[in-house]
């Protein structure tokens, strides 16, 4: 049997910058994944160049930039690891990154420096401490001996896999969501928690296109392509939490967060960002922060001329031009949507001079307050995150240590969801490294 002090699952961003630290403190760490590619939603983010982490945020108001049921559990680790320690590392392994929006950070490069960053961390233990990794490496079962007698036993889990049996003296979960399966994504750190007896939030999309029905969509999907800067806000929605599951490990796929009616509710939110048409729906950076927010049946509002006085600019323009309706409005919105906007009456399919101030008001009613109710999203495969998953009151905020001696969870596995923007990675890069100095802290 292999023995170490700690077993990471899931060689992800959090799992292997949680492993390079806890190596470097001096702990004798292995790394599982059950994919043959390591760190692959690093890979591919940010069009391959890694948005890791964002200049703006303000550790000190982790709710601004956070969903979950309790928000400010991530302020502990974001205070204790910043934004700048995280950019610290990233200019010691030589890696040039610019500033691209509202504080985004990314490679200049590639995101495979960022990988190979990471991956040379793991290999710089000290104290005696080092990393290993097994992949590819599947785990069938998670084993505790009661050590109530001492918490801190050597061997209080045994883990089964299929590159043979491992003894530790701690877990660590670092194996994501449920989003972009394509890539790796799966349940494997719910039912572990599940195992052993952590509550659950129900999961689902965040970061995601928002879709609409066919036909109703219709006149729209042929601005598919078209983007834009507007102003979206959807209203209240209600986060329930899930009942505590016991048992042993469920099996793949089984069913997980059943939920409970209640929840906290959660005030309008209203984000300026840049909307893209597609042929199904709406996405872009201003769709992907809405739907984090967004609940089914809710409708989404829409400002699609968000810096101009759409009222004053139609009525100077029916005082002095001659012009269409849709040319006129081609100077305040791109001329594709306009086109498609004025088809929706005819008393804007006109000259501006012959129209009626009731239907310029209208016109620019409903340019500045489109209102609509999506049917769905995209789902898991095109989501950037998962929204909801282990519970944060059976964690720890200073360690990611759960009810459950020796048990930690860390990154997306947890309900903690940032905005898009590098948000999400830094709540990886903090609570690894929350979690390795508690492991130093109790295992050396």
Known sequence: MHSYD???????AAGLFCAGVAGQLGLKVLVLDHSEKVAEKIRISGGGRC??????????????????DNPHFCRSALSRYTPQDFIALVQRHGIAFHEKHKGQLFCDRSAEDLIQMLLAECGAGALGGHVERWQPCSVKNIA??????RETASNSYQIESDRGAIACAAVVV???GLSIPKIGATDFGYRVAKQFGLRLVETRPGLVPLTFDGDAWAPYAQLAGLSLPVKIETGKAVSPHAPPLRGSLPPEGAPFALGRPGGKRKDRITFDEDLLFTHRGLSGPAVLQISSYWREGAPIRLNLAPEADLPLALARAKASSRKLIANELAGLVPARLADAWV?????????????????LNLLAERLARWELTPTGSEGYKKAEVTLGGVDTRDLSSQTMESKQPGLYFIGEVVDVTGWLGGYNFQWAWASAYACAQALAARLR
């Open 6 to 12: 700690v077993v990471v699952i899931g060689a992800g």
């Open 51 to 68: 948005n890791f982490t964002n200049r703006q945020l303000d550790p000190a108001a982790p709710h601004k930039y956070f969903l979950g």
């Open 144 to 149: 505790f001996s009661n050590a109530s007698q």
């Open 174 to 176: 670092a194996t994501g």
């Open 343 to 359: 088809q929706q009456d005819t008393a804007w399919q006109r000259p501006i001079s012959e129209a009626t101030d009731k239907a």
